[in-house]
C-alpha cells in the first residue's frame, strides 16, 4: 500500500510561482513513475507532469517550460514548481504513483490562479 501526501497549492496570482510537494509512505525507488495530474471542473484529469524510477521526465505541452518535476530520493518527495502560471492552469492536483498494474492517488490539492 502507498500512501501519498500532497501539500502546496492555494491562490497565486497570473505570472506566479508556486511548489507543490508529495510525499510518498514508501521508498519511490519501489515505484515505476511518479507523477502529477490535474482535473478542472468538467473536466478529465489528465498528466501534468511525470518522472520514472530512472529519473526520465516528460510533461504536459501546455506547461512545458513553465513545471519542472523533480524529486528528493532522500526523503521519498517528488516536487512540482511551476510558473508563469496562467489561469487556465486553475485545477485540482493529483499526485500519482504507478506499480505495476496499480494506480495510487493522492488526496489532491486545488491551485487556483486569479488576480
Known amino acids: 500500500q502507498v500512501q501519498l501526501v500532497e501539500s502546496g497549492g492555494g491562490l497565486v496570482q497570473p505570472g506566479g510561482s508556486l511548489r507543490l510537494s508529495c510525499a510518498s509512505s514508501v521508498n519511490i525507488f519501489d515505484l515505476d513513475s511518479m507523477g502529477w495530474y490535474r482535473q478542472a471542473p468538467g473536466k478529465q484529469r489528465d498528466l501534468v507532469a511525470k518522472?520514472?524510477?530512472?529519473?526520465?521526465?516528460s510533461y504536459a505541452e501546455s506547461v512545458k517550460d513553465r513545471f519542472t518535476i523533480y524529486r528528493d530520493n532522500l526523503s521519498n518527495t517528488v516536487y512540482l514548481r511551476m510558473m508563469d502560471v496562467k489561469p487556465e492552469d486553475t485545477a485540482a492536483y493529483y499526485c500519482n504513483a504507478k506499480i505495476p498494474r496499480h494506480d495510487y492517488w493522492g488526496q489532491g490539492t486545488q491551485v487556483t490562479v486569479s488576480s
Open positions: 518522472i520514472t524510477i530512472g529519473g526520465t521526465t
